[in-house]
């Protein structure tokens, strides 16, 4: 697994995990502005450009960070995050290990399964795939998302970079996930958070989780839409992960 790290020689550690299509770079203010106190770790998901396996589900991409977490952090880090894709990553480590970390930050995380989005997204790709490359379908596609225009010019290069496979194997694992019942044993404090923006489906995803896991504070963030939090409002967002590691 390949990762890209800041603040190499403290020794608490965080992991944050980048959504489908996004790489590390979608954390990158969030870890300069942490690097000083904590060691930043940014693993590059499977399937996505600069990763060293192809994505073969959210269960095994989740099993690799975990043995990552063994090997060379002795099986237990100070918080992991993730948004979207990465958060149902997140959520699958904690139902495999549910002792692998203090803190869990679990940012719009769909576990209600859209099917039917599910079975489509092949079609709809072997159709717009070969669009990928023209910049102004690019950019079409990049202002749905709502992210910040600095982080253009990484997405255009590394969606560029993914095989139509890998982005048909992410999205749909992303569409057809659900939260394992393991989730209910986790022993990290959960933060839920969702914007009020997003669809209905991910505020009831956010509902549900709240229920799973054991005494999680699950925030509606009022102005954001899917996954703003962590890519539009770095120092917002790290201000938060360092009032919850210091139980402010």
Same mark, same amino acid.
């Given at each position: %697994?390949?990762?890209?790290? $800041?603040?190499?020689? /403290?020794?608490?550690?965080?992991? *944050? =995990?980048?959504?489908?299509?996004?790489?590390?770079? /979608?954390?990158?203010e969030t870890a300069k502005l942490l690097e000083d106190k904590y060691r930043v770790v940014l693993p590059i998901l499977d399937g996505h450009a600069g990763s060293d396996e192809d994505f073969t589900g959210i269960e095994q991409n989740a099993a690799e960070i975990i043995s990552y977490i063994d090997k060379e952090f002795s099986g237990f880090v100070l918080l992991i995050g993730g948004v979207s894709l990465g958060a149902q990553i997140l959520l699958d480590i904690l139902a495999q290990r549910n002792d692998i970390c203090k803190y869990a930050v679990i940012e719009s995380a769909l576990v209600c399964p859209m099917k039917l989005t599910g079975i489509l997204v092949k079609p709809m790709l072997d159709m717009s795939y070969r669009l990928i490359g023209k910049k102004w379908f690019s950019s079409l596609q990049y202002r749905s998302l709502g992210l910040k225009a600095e982080l253009y010019p990484e997405y255009y290069r590394?969606?560029?970079?993914?095989?139509?496979? /890998? %982005?048909?194997?992410? *999205?749909?694992? /992303?569409? $057809?996930?659900?939260?394992?019942?393991? *989730?209910?044993?986790?022993?990290?404090?959960?933060?839920?958070?969702?914007?009020?923006?997003?669809?209905?489906? %991910? =505020?009831?995803?956010?509902?549900? *989780?709240g229920q799973l896991l054991p005494d999680a504070k699950v925030e509606v963030l009022d102005e954001l839409k899917h996954g703003e939090f962590s890519a539009n409002f770095a120092l917002r967002f790290a201000q938060t992960i360092t009032k919850i590691i210091e139980n402010k």
């Amino acid at each position: %697994m390949n990762v890209v790290e $800041f603040g190499k020689e /403290n020794t608490d550690i965080i992991i *944050l =995990l980048h959504g489908g299509g996004l790489s590390w770079w /979608n954390y990158r203010e969030t870890a300069k502005l942490l690097e000083d106190k904590y060691r930043v770790v940014l693993p590059i998901l499977d399937g996505h450009a600069g990763s060293d396996e192809d994505f073969t589900g959210i269960e095994q991409n989740a099993a690799e960070i975990i043995s990552y977490i063994d090997k060379e952090f002795s099986g237990f880090v100070l918080l992991i995050g993730g948004v979207s894709l990465g958060a149902q990553i997140l959520l699958d480590i904690l139902a495999q290990r549910n002792d692998i970390c203090k803190y869990a930050v679990i940012e719009s995380a769909l576990v209600c399964p859209m099917k039917l989005t599910g079975i489509l997204v092949k079609p709809m790709l072997d159709m717009s795939y070969r669009l990928i490359g023209k910049k102004w379908f690019s950019s079409l596609q990049y202002r749905s998302l709502g992210l910040k225009a600095e982080l253009y010019p990484e997405y255009y290069r590394d969606t560029c970079a993914i095989t139509k496979e /890998n %982005m048909t194997a992410f *999205l749909r694992a /992303n569409s $057809f996930y659900t939260a394992k019942d393991g *989730l209910r044993a986790v022993k990290a404090k959960a933060f839920v958070f969702v914007g009020k923006k997003e669809r209905p489906i %991910m =505020l009831k995803s956010a509902k549900k *989780l709240g229920q799973l896991l054991p005494d999680a504070k699950v925030e509606v963030l009022d102005e954001l839409k899917h996954g703003e939090f962590s890519a539009n409002f770095a120092l917002r967002f790290a201000q938060t992960i360092t009032k919850i590691i210091e139980n402010k």
